[in-house]
């Protein structure tokens, strides 16, 4: 049409139906976001806000590297896109999905003692999203995408995620190239408590193109999913189309009309991943029960970098109970499960997760002045300086050869200014000098926060001591005597 001496296009879909839809396709729409930059922000921000009011079921995935960076940012827009992601999971049919990174081989960590790690992963997004809302809203899926292979799908499901969304680029062959698609499957290799969804790779790709106007884009999307109801109108089980569109790349205004025409079509109806994934749908409809993975390149680890990786994983466990707040836990533990992803060299982020974790450690320092003693017992003052924004609690461990401690050598402590002075009672048994060493540890006693060491001194009063006091004393009187008879007058002056 043309307004005012400009051409306008607009885009409608029109859908004839005959007779009643018994049983419409289910769409499980999955909003994917990867925003970690302004722009991203920015843009997340809008689609959700355009999305907060809709009734229908939702599902967004998340990953941990996101909601640590977003949630840690002091940008405002950061901010927005919190507050934006709260008012949309305000609805209880908006639900998180913990996506798990591109490249990441669980097999391998599993294989390597590790496995314990694997729900980490996903468990994190949980934690960090506590955050960002206090209600319940996670799935019971865990999205992986890139190329999947066996050992880590079982790796998953070995720790308790036994509903998997993969992209079909992981399986051998492709559902959306065959009639047989809409139902969950098994895997191949995997045991069969798990099940899988296959997000359709072609449709998802046509809904995230950008070189399309928005109007347009809807309408093409739309188009299409009711050309897939059409493939088997009468099929004796519902069936489940799963699509992906990128938070950070839709333009709001496809959100919308999408959302809009999605909620009008007769043809069509939303549900969430949790409910297009029962066991009781797979195989229906003479689809597949049965699904092969692709084969996938396996991580390489050196014997070093797992045994270090254990040892952070050890020393974080014993922090949680230290820091008076999950902020630098959280730090310690994102860079340790960062450590475990990638398919090449692991050497940088083990290097990266050991730096971040001496960087907390580092912000705790004991005073290494000289303490003098007035009496062979007396008190110790053991000064404590902190630069961390939070507090800690932990055992200050003492030690000596000249000096015995009445109370004990192990003190509970705790940091929660910048400077913390701790008494410690103290007898010193032979000598005037001593070494004495402190620790600074986690009251588990397994890592040690700070090290220092102090030389304690104190002035005796010996037996030599008093004689020569004495002596002193006796000169003194001896010579005031002998002034004092000088200056008297004489009797022949008398």
């Known amino acids: 049409m043309t307004a005012r001496g400009s051409q306008i296009s607009m885009w409608s879909l029109v859908t004839i139906t005959n007779g009643v839809v018994t049983r419409p396709l289910r769409v499980a729409w999955t909003l994917k976001s990867q925003a970690v930059a302004a722009d991203s922000w920015s843009a997340t921000s809008a689609t959700l806000s355009t999305l907060a009011l809709n009734p229908e079921p939702l599902t967004i995935a998340l990953s941990a590297d996101e909601l640590h960076r977003t949630l840690t940012s002091d940008n405002p827009v950061a901010q927005r896109y919190v507050d934006a992601l709260r008012n949309f999971l305000a609805s209880p049919q908006h639900r998180v999905m913990p996506m798990g990174a591109r490249a990441m081989d669980y097999g391998s960590l599993r294989a390597r003692g590790l496995g314990v790690d694997i729900p980490q992963h996903f468990i994190v997004v949980e934690q960090l999203l506590g955050e960002v809302t206090s209600e319940s809203r996670m799935t019971d899926a865990v999205f992986l995408p890139g190329v999947v292979g066996s050992t880590s799908a079982a790796a998953v499901d070995h720790q308790g995620r036994h509903v998997i969304v993969i992209g079909e680029e992981a399986l051998r062959s492709a559902p959306s190239r065959t ?38 884009l809807a309408a093409l999307t739309m188009g299409t999913l009711s050309m897939l109801y059409y493939q088997a109108p009468n099929a004796r089980s519902p069936r489940t189309e799963v699509i992906t569109t990128n ?58 970098e797992i045994t270090t990786l254990a040892n952070l994983k050890r020393d974080a466990a014993s922090l949680i109970s230290t820091f008076s707040t999950p902020a630098p836990f959280l730090r310690i533990q994102m860079a340790r499960l960062q450590a475990e ?12 997760a050991q730096r971040v974790l001496r960087d907390e450690l580092a912000k705790f320092r004991i005073d290494q002045s000289t303490v003098i003693l007035a009496s062979a017992t007396g008190t110790i003052p053991v000064t404590l300086y902190s630069s961390a924004d939070y507090g800690i609690t932990g055992l200050i461990r003492v030690s000596a050869d000249r000096i015995e401690f009445p109370d004990g050598q192990v003190i509970p402590v705790g940091i929660l200014t910048q ?24 009251t588990d006693g397994r890592v040690v926060i700070a090290t220092g060491t102090i030389q304690v001194r104190y002035t005796s009063a010996s037996v030599v001591g008093y004689a020569l006091s004495a002596g002193s004393l006796l000169v003194i009187a001896w010579w005031w005597w002998r002034t004092t008879r000088r200056k008297s007058p004489g009797r022949h002056a008398r």
């Open 179 to 216: 009639l047989g698609w809409g139902s969950p499957f098994r895997l191949v290799g995997v045991p069969a408590s798990a099940r899988a969804l296959a997000v359709d790779s072609p449709l998802s790709a046509l809904a995230n193109r950008n070189d399309i106007e928005p109007g347009r």
């Open 247 to 304: 938070l950070d790349q839709a333009s709001p205004t496809f959100t919308t009309e999408l959302a809009s025409a999605l909620r009008a079509s007769p043809l069509l109806t939303q549900r969430s991943i949790d409910a297009s994934a029962t066991i009781a749908q797979i195989g229906q409809n003479r689809s597949p029960a049965l699904r092969s993975l692709a084969s996938a390149p396996v991580a390489p680890w050196r014997t070093s």
């Open 419 to 442: 400077t913390a002075s701790t008494p410690i009672s103290a007898t010193m048994t032979r000598g005037t000098s001593s070494l004495m060493t402190i620790r600074l540890t986690t």
């Open 341 to 352: 992803v990638g398919l090449r060299s692991h050497a940088n982020g083990v290097a990266n």
